[in-house]
């Protein structure tokens, strides 16, 4: 190869590579980001429409089971949502065989639109009897949540046992103080 042919051959493969790697730089690579980026927010978009077609299929047991809720609140009426509150802690009591030792009531605002009654209670039984009481507070149909329970010995055998328990109860709309 003459030298003349040799430099011109050098100097093409040299812009060959030049407009490769400018190419690559400019359409190949953004192009490559493009669709990846595309094929992550298809497989999200796709996941948002399952859990939305699983919302929708699902209307119906989640509008019953908010209307259950919401006619399980406290009533509107502070002092009816306190004497409820109270007369279910009383006969939850009766019914499990406990005894309450002190029964202490706190309200929060957590928003415009609800608040909280908050109701700290100490009470002592047996390890059947203070289980079957956590079971009724847990499974009764009115708007109450535990929010924490303490559990301890009154005896060195651990017959006789203490509860402490905070529950929080929810009202809707509550009237003006």
């Known amino acids: 190869m003459k030298i003349k042919n040799r430099q011109q051959f050098l100097a093409i493969l040299a812009i060959t590579g030049v ?10 690579s953004p192009l490559t980001k493009s669709w990846k980026e595309r094929s992550e927010r298809i497989v999200e978009l796709r996941k948002n429409i399952a859990k939305g077609t699983s919302l929708a299929q699902r209307d119906r ?3 019953e089971r908010w209307d259950h ?18 007369r279910a802690f009383d006969r939850w ?10 029964l202490k009531p706190l309200w929060k605002q957590a928003a415009e639109d609800y608040w909280t009654l908050e109701y700290r209670c100490d009470a002592f039984g047996s390890a059947q009897s203070l289980t079957r009481f ?3 507070v847990e499974h009764d149909s009115m708007a109450i949540k ?3 329970v303490e559990i301890t010995s009154r005896d060195n055998n651990g017959e006789q046992l203490t509860l402490g328990l905070q529950v929080s109860g929810l009202m809707l709309n509550p009237q003006e103080q």
Not at 93 to 102: K, N, Y
């Open 61 to 63: 047991v989640i509008r």
């Open 134 to 136: 956590l079971y009724q």
């Open 146 to 148: 535990v929010e924490s």
């Open 93 to 102: 009591s009766q019914e499990s065989r406990i005894g309450i030792t002190s």
């Open 19 to 28: 407009a490769l790697l400018l190419g690559d730089k400019v359409f190949v």
């Open 69 to 86: 809720m919401h006619t399980n609140t406290l009533p509107k009426n502070v002092s009816d949502a306190e004497t409820q509150v109270l």
